[in-house]
């Protein structure tokens, strides 16, 4: 869902980051496109993006605002809370993350983590050029065949379409959603139990994120997808544990030996050494930022690394180096 199969997407997609990254384009508008290569393979096996801000005059954020509404009469001595959905708009949106895709082989290894928590230190390292806010858009539970049935039982209804053919549109232009979708509350409890219970939930595949973001400090806003009901989580920027924690620091004349590193990637304690995500950039702009995951030690404003991670990150004796948890 989040990579089509359309080459001529791609090829947007990747023009896009190229301008963002060499600050070729709106601000507002960047979408930085990361990718995660094995080494010394040099294989791609996974992607993920931000977008500096989710939610602009022509293309807003449109979501579902979740809402209790209750309901009590005295005469019957009965008492309701009835869950509705009301239809907003963003029009200058908060940063976004999202479109991570892991190749299957390597999501037993906590790669997925690696490639989410760059993106954290990627917002620390340039934090000028993003919101004050940060929101994930999880996926929910999907048909095998990617049909939504959440959609099927309401938005098919006011628009005719497919959820696909809904969702592929709506990258393009919103306007149907504003012409189309009541502007009133709709309210749940008039959906069959079996899908009023999908709204605001995790599909399976995604449960593991929806742990990683709230373990970073992440919460469900009460705000779901107006096309399948996925849930928002959303962040305070600055407080989101890889950002709050990430640290400038120059690269040390001293070196990890091969012997710690192998056993800090193996997770295993070695006093004075931790296992950390480590990340690098020009200092007037993001165009060639890298990060990689090593065995550290940092000595006052110093971080000692491996002679395999300088090689990775392309970094020297004195070269400034960004260092966050994992």
């Given at each position: 869902m989040n990579i089509p199969h359309d080459r001529a997407y791609l090829k947007a997609k990747i023009r896009t980051a190229r301008a963002s990254f060499t600050g070729r384009n709106d601000p507002a508008r960047r979408h930085y496109m990361f990718v995660l290569e094995t080494v010394p393979e040099k294989q791609l096996v996974g992607t993920c993006t931000i977008y500096a801000q989710h939610g602009h005059p022509e293309t807003p954020h449109v979501f579902f605002d979740v809402i209790d509404d209750e309901r009590y009469s005295s005469t019957l001595n009965r008492h309701f809370s009835h869950l509705t959905l009301r239809l907003g708009f963003n029009y200058r949106g908060p940063t976004e993350i999202g479109a991570l895709v892991l190749h299957p082989d390597y999501r037993a290894f906590g790669w997925g983590r690696c490639l989410s928590f760059g993106r954290f230190l990627f917002i620390a390292m340039y934090r000028d050029r993003f919101q004050s806010n940060v929101i994930a858009e999880l996926m929910p539970p999907l048909e095998a065949d990617g049909r939504s049935l959440l959609w099927e039982h309401l938005g098919r209804h006011f628009t005719g379409l497919g959820y696909q053919e809904a969702d592929k549109l709506s990258h393009k232009n919103k306007e149907f959603i504003y012409a189309l979708f009541p502007q009133t509350p709709l309210y749940a409890s008039l959906l069959p139990d079996e899908i009023r219970c999908m709204i605001g939930e995790v599909g399976p595949e995604t449960r593991g994120v929806r742990r990683m973001l709230e373990d970073v400090g992440f919460r469900y806003s009460h705000r779901i997808d107006p096309f399948d009901g996925g849930p928002h989580f959303e962040a305070d920027t600055d407080r989101i544990t890889p950002v709050q924690e990430a640290r400038r620091l120059r690269v040390s004349s001293k070196d990890v030996s091969t012997d710690v590193e192998d056993q800090?990637?193996?997770?295993?304690?070695?006093?004075?050494?931790?296992?950390?995500?480590?990340?690098?950039?020009?200092?007037?702009?993001?165009?060639?930022?890298?990060?990689?995951?090593?065995a550290v030690a940092v000595e006052g404003g110093y971080v000692v690394l491996s002679k395999e991670t300088r090689a990775m990150l392309k970094v020297h004796e004195g070269d400034d180096a960004w260092v966050t948890v994992l």
């Amino acid at each position: 869902m989040n990579i089509p199969h359309d080459r001529a997407y791609l090829k947007a997609k990747i023009r896009t980051a190229r301008a963002s990254f060499t600050g070729r384009n709106d601000p507002a508008r960047r979408h930085y496109m990361f990718v995660l290569e094995t080494v010394p393979e040099k294989q791609l096996v996974g992607t993920c993006t931000i977008y500096a801000q989710h939610g602009h005059p022509e293309t807003p954020h449109v979501f579902f605002d979740v809402i209790d509404d209750e309901r009590y009469s005295s005469t019957l001595n009965r008492h309701f809370s009835h869950l509705t959905l009301r239809l907003g708009f963003n029009y200058r949106g908060p940063t976004e993350i999202g479109a991570l895709v892991l190749h299957p082989d390597y999501r037993a290894f906590g790669w997925g983590r690696c490639l989410s928590f760059g993106r954290f230190l990627f917002i620390a390292m340039y934090r000028d050029r993003f919101q004050s806010n940060v929101i994930a858009e999880l996926m929910p539970p999907l048909e095998a065949d990617g049909r939504s049935l959440l959609w099927e039982h309401l938005g098919r209804h006011f628009t005719g379409l497919g959820y696909q053919e809904a969702d592929k549109l709506s990258h393009k232009n919103k306007e149907f959603i504003y012409a189309l979708f009541p502007q009133t509350p709709l309210y749940a409890s008039l959906l069959p139990d079996e899908i009023r219970c999908m709204i605001g939930e995790v599909g399976p595949e995604t449960r593991g994120v929806r742990r990683m973001l709230e373990d970073v400090g992440f919460r469900y806003s009460h705000r779901i997808d107006p096309f399948d009901g996925g849930p928002h989580f959303e962040a305070d920027t600055d407080r989101i544990t890889p950002v709050q924690e990430a640290r400038r620091l120059r690269v040390s004349s001293k070196d990890v030996s091969t012997d710690v590193e192998d056993q800090i990637l193996q997770r295993k304690v070695v006093p004075g050494f931790e296992r950390r995500l480590i990340g690098v950039g020009d200092h007037d702009g993001p165009t060639r930022f890298r990060a990689a995951v090593g065995a550290v030690a940092v000595e006052g404003g110093y971080v000692v690394l491996s002679k395999e991670t300088r090689a990775m990150l392309k970094v020297h004796e004195g070269d400034d180096a960004w260092v966050t948890v994992l």
